[in-house]
């Protein structure tokens, strides 16, 4: 996980040499981890939690949630969407009627970026508040070639994790992928470690979007699937809106190592709320003195 912010810091060389067989632990090295949560109940957001209303088991273990909320910080938005051949003609202006729709819904102090894929990947646009100039790149976009659905996502993915704000990637395609380089597990591994909640959206077929069905599980985030190209600008705005609606929770790890990857549990007591959260973080290397 990137963004773990740095509390103090005091050596643990002498711990590690008394008792070199026990990882370390957060103890002497705090740092605050933050998680995105979308909370609902009955199909809805479920709002006005508080910190008390939620448990984090970090690897198992019980955390103190220190802050919960909601608060409207900036977005990233950053939209990868298919270029390949099969979005040519009426589904490309069902695609790109989507970005605008979607792009009109930001706030002055968000961001967006567009990437899109064919068999080629490119960055048409890097973050930026000129949401302007992200529409004019998705005016330009000629369909055409293969489908290189992972290496598409990964590029958005490793755009996202900015130092400012919230990330958010839509990732939409009509098929699966045909012309990656990227294995699709290595995609998968790369976004789980980031900070990035990653929404798919895919048309519904014979063909079985699994691949975005998983990098969205494992960010915290889901899978809409739509009839038509028809519907993808009520499912982008849909998208924008629930996750302006999701929860940014913070603690500080206790009695868990400070290294290797570990396994994140979020629940919330006393209700029957459904909890969409990312699988888990990549602690820091604290021997090698630096927070990521």
Do not use: C
Request: no cysteine; proline share 4%; hydrophobic share 45%.
């Amino acid at each position: 996980m990137r963004r773990l912010v740095l509390v103090a810091g005091v050596g643990l060389g002498a711990a590690a040499a008394a008792a070199p067989q026990t990882p370390p632990t957060f103890s002497t090295a705090i740092q605050a981890v933050r998680v995105d949560v979308l909370v609902s109940e009955d199909e809805r957001p479920l709002l006005g939690l508080s910190p008390a209303d939620f448990e984090v088991r970090d690897n198992g273990v019980l955390q103190d949630v220190s802050f919960a909320s909601t608060q409207k910080l900036p977005l990233n938005v950053i939209l990868a969407l298919d270029a390949s051949a099969s979005v040519s003609g009426e589904p490309l202006q069902h695609l790109q009627a989507a970005g605008r729709t979607l792009l009109g819904r930001l706030a002055p102090e968000d961001r967006a970026a567009l990437v899109t894929f064919s068999q080629e990947v490119t960055l048409r646009q890097a973050l930026t508040q000129e949401v302007d100039l992200v529409g004019r790149e998705l005016a330009r976009i000629e369909p055409r070639g293969e489908s290189a659905v992972f290496d598409g996502s990964y590029a958005a993915v490793m755009l996202g994790d900015a130092d400012v704000g919230r990330d958010l990637v839509i990732v939409f395609s009509d098929g699966v992928d045909t012309a990656s380089w990227l294995p699709g597990d290595r995609v998968l591994d790369a976004a789980r470690r980031s900070d990035v909640v990653v929404y798919g959206v895919s048309v519904r077929s014979t063909q079985r979007p699994d691949f975005l069905r998983e990098l969205s599980r494992l960010t915290g985030g889901s899978l809409l699937e739509v009839d038509s190209t028809r519907d993808l600008g009520p499912a982008f705005v849909r998208l924008l809106e629930e996750f302006r609606q999701r929860y940014l929770l913070s603690y500080v790890p206790q009695g868990v190592s400070s290294q290797g990857w570990h396994d994140l549990k979020v629940t919330v007591k006393r209700r029957r709320a459904v909890v969409n959260a990312r699988a888990g973080y990549a602690a820091s290397e604290l021997a090698g003195g630096a927070a990521r």
